[in-house]
């Protein structure tokens, strides 16, 4: 059964093309540097927000339009497979990811949840045998049933957590079975709401305890894949212990976690958190911690995680800068982990947001590419902070001095120079690049 019937394959057809269902941009077989754009750019499809989402909201029902809404339960499960396949063929994406509940319901009880995992999961397994889609990542969902609503390896309730632990488990083995590339954990309600009712050093020494036993059992069984958290502030507790890269890095080194671990960075969580997508992308790389991307944006006249679809050329230039900088994803990917708007119910504006997901990074790909072959940013920066490269600046970098020297030279100084930090002029510049009009060759 075909459940998109608009469209065979989505292919790369250029600018000039007018057909909806094709690449403006996204050639996955052009060369950028010594890769292709499927290499760069390892796309990923979110089965939770492609297949499972239903539109609703906390003001209207479901309103999406899906080929496989009249069925239930197992059959609903078995649909969804066959609708994901045939998306991933049309797109010819090479990964997806999902959490447990996605692809399968859960049941009266942990085995009978299990049970119906299994029977999924080896369908996913036949499929992939003749798919080239792969899994980037598969997690656990610990937030949406109410046995998680005082968190869940933060929880204060023992059988929640080991209820938990299990969930993990099994996810373990699946990526072991379905041969997944990372493991991530979210933690949706690994936070607090107010300090009246919580024991803090005892969740957070819980949660550490927790990471180290998933690790212990990953060895176990033999899995490979890479460990990611996804940091996330506010949403659905006021304090998440994994607000942002920051302050889940202090986590991971307080814990002895950082080097087993990296993070999946999704462009929304980054927002809400104050912060800026290549923000959190760079402070993750310059620390050696930059893993996998959750590739969306969000809305700044909303508060809340909205989940779009990444269309902003500004975004995906400068986040495709630091990923180009980090050496690429290595075992991470760009997953969308994006939603089409309530507005957008038909099942062919699931094709369309991907498309336009993909030519969008595939936009930033190459303006990224070309400001770094270019160096126009590197040069202007290593400018700035040349004073650092030479003389007393030098000592300070090779830690050289002391208080006692600077007071030396600071007493010796006459009055100080700074120099422009000329924002608006390098912003000036990326509209150049980005609208390849008189790209300028480097920073005089």
């Known amino acids: 059964m075909s459940y998109f019937n608009e469209v065979n394959a989505v292919q790369y057809e250029g600018t000039q093309s007018t057909n909806p269902f094709s690449f403006k941009h996204y050639n996955p077989k052009e060369k950028l540097g010594d890769k292709t754009l499927e290499e760069h750019l390892r796309f990923s499809v979110a089965y939770w927000h492609t297949f499972t989402a239903d539109g609703s909201d906390p003001f209207g029902a479901g309103n999406m339009e899906r080929p496989w ?54 369908m996913i397994k036949d499929y992939m045998k003749t798919s080239k889609t792969k899994l980037l990542w598969n997690t656990a969902n610990m937030f949406t049933h109410s046995r998680f609503v005082h968190g869940a390896a933060s929880t204060n309730n023992a059988d929640v957590y080991a209820y938990a632990a299990a969930k993990v488990k099994k996810g373990l083995e699946i990526g072991q079975e ?63 212990y994994d607000y942002d890269v920051a302050s889940s890095l202090a986590f991971l080194e307080r814990y002895n976690l950082s080097n087993d671990f990296k993070f999946n960075i999704e462009a929304n969580h980054a927002t809400l958190a104050g912060h800026t997508f290549e923000h959190e992308l760079r ?77 969008s990074f595939a936009i930033g790909l190459k303006v990224a590419h070309k400001l770094l072959e270019d160096g126009v940013l590197e040069e202007f920066i290593e400018n700035r902070y040349s004073s650092f490269s030479e003389g007393i600046g030098k000592k300070i970098v ?44 480097g920073m005089k």
């Open 69 to 122: 809404n009249h069925l239930q339960g197992m059959d609903l499960a078995k649909a969804r497979v066959e609708a994901a396949f045939e998306i991933f063929e049309k797109l010819d994406v090479p990964y997806f990811c999902f959490h447990d509940v996605d692809v399968a319901p859960e049941g009266s009880t942990l085995g009978e949840t299990n049970r119906n995992l299994d029977e999924i999961i080896s």
């Open 178 to 240: 379905l041969g997944s590339e990372n493991y991530v954990f979210w933690g949706g309600r690994e936070g607090y709401e107010t300090l009246l009712n919580t024991d803090l050093k005892l969740e957070l020494d819980n949660l550490g305890r927790f990471y180290h036993m998933a690790l212990d059992y990953a060895k176990e069984i033999g899995y490979t894949g890479q460990f990611l958290i996804e940091p996330k502030p506010k949403e659905p507790t006021k304090h998440q």
């Open 398 to 441: 090779d830690g050289d001095t002391n208080f006692h020297l600077l007071e030396e030279h600071a007493l010796s100084l006459g009055e100080i120079e700074n120099q422009s930090g000329r924002m608006e002029w390098l912003k000036s510049v990326l509209n150049q690049y980005l609208l390849s009009v008189n790209v300028p060759v």
């Open 283 to 359: 402070y993750a790389r310059v620390n050696g911690m930059l893993g996998s991307v959750d590739a969306n944006q969000g809305d700044t006249l909303l508060g809340w995680d909205t989940d779009e679809f990444p269309t902003d050329l500004y975004s995906t230039t400068l986040a495709m800068y630091e990923i180009l900088k980090n050496g690429g994803l290595g075992k991470g990917g760009l997953n969308f982990d994006a939603k089409v708007r309530r507005g957008s119910f038909k099942p062919d504006d699931l094709l369309h947001a991907h498309i336009a997901g993909m030519d």
